[in-house]
């Protein structure tokens, strides 16, 4: 409707065809160049990191040291099946979300140089 005589028949005139399946393939390109980036730069990350937790979260025994995901530091008294008694002063036992756990501490760690034994 907007285009000039003049434009209409110079693609005519040119004799290519219109819509054929190299120029969709180099319109598709990008895109699927962008999903396998965003796969191997994010996705396949997160997921070997959900694994590595997973793993972590299974391994947890009594007597284990773990920090919680809001920064508290406890000792694990009991584990069952979804929940982990940590207990965090002495005599205060909570009970916590196994996912909610961030990181265990062995108990064969070594301490700080400035930190007391007790």
């Known amino acids: ?7 209409a028949q110079t693609a005519a005139a040119a004799g290519a065809p219109m819509g054929g399946p190299q120029d969709f393939l180099l319109q598709i390109a990008p895109i699927l ?22 793993a972590l979260i299974m391994g ?6 773990v920090v ?6 406890g000792k694990v008294a009991r584990v069952e099946d979804t929940e982990v008694g940590v207990e965090i002063a ?3 036992t909570v009970k916590v979300v196994k996912s909610m ?3 265990v501490r062995t108990r064969g760690e070594p301490a700080a140089a400035n930190d007391t034994k007790s």
């Open 101 to 103: 756990i961030s990181d």
């Open 33 to 54: 160049l962008l999903l396998v980036l965003f796969y191997f730069l994010l996705i396949r990350p997160q997921q070997k990191r959900a694994k590595e937790h997973q």
């Open 60 to 65: 947890i025994k009594r007597g284990d040291t």
């Open 68 to 73: 919680l995901s809001n920064g508290m530091i």
């Open 1 to 7: 409707m907007f285009a000039t005589p003049a434009m």
């Open 90 to 92: 002495t005599g205060v």
